[in-house]
């Protein structure tokens, strides 16, 4: 079991920053890859970025390539989301995740991740 706790959104303006963050608690931290989704209203939750075990591999969606920042700290068994020149299409819940052991589909599928966090709301004005 895992468990996944978010911290680190709010309201911000656009062309702001925030940064996101996600305790793990359960499993051995540093034995499954992560990953952050986010979910508009309306909407399906859509893959933002992962990053594996390791920290050496790391992917990331077109729409926030550039601007978002993926990175982990095994130490402390945490991962975050650096999330620069914000827009309000970015506007959404966003959820970390952690990878389940026997799960299918690759990194960017929501059917990799067997655990997630409750969610953390970013909201981006214009």
């Known amino acids: 079991q895992v468990q996944l706790v978010e911290s680190g959104g709010g309201l911000v303006q656009a062309g702001g920053s925030l940064r996101l963050s996600c305790a793990a608690s359960g499993r051995t931290f540093s034995s499954y890859s992560m990953g952050w989704f986010r979910q508009a209203p309306g909407k399906e939750r859509e893959f933002v970025a992962a990053i594996s075990w390791s920290g050496v591999n790391i992917y990331y969606s077109d729409s926030v390539k550039g601007r978002f920042t993926i990175s982990r700290d095994n130490a402390k068994n945490t991962v975050y989301l650096q999330m620069n020149s914000l827009k309000p299409e970015d506007t959404a819940v966003y959820y970390c995740?952690?990878?389940?052991?026997?799960?299918?589909?690759?990194?960017?599928?929501?059917?990799?991740?067997?655990?997630w966090g409750q969610g953390t709301q970013v909201t981006v004005s214009s």
């Open positions: 995740a952690a990878e389940g052991v026997d799960s299918s589909g690759t990194l960017y599928d929501t059917t990799a991740y067997d655990y």
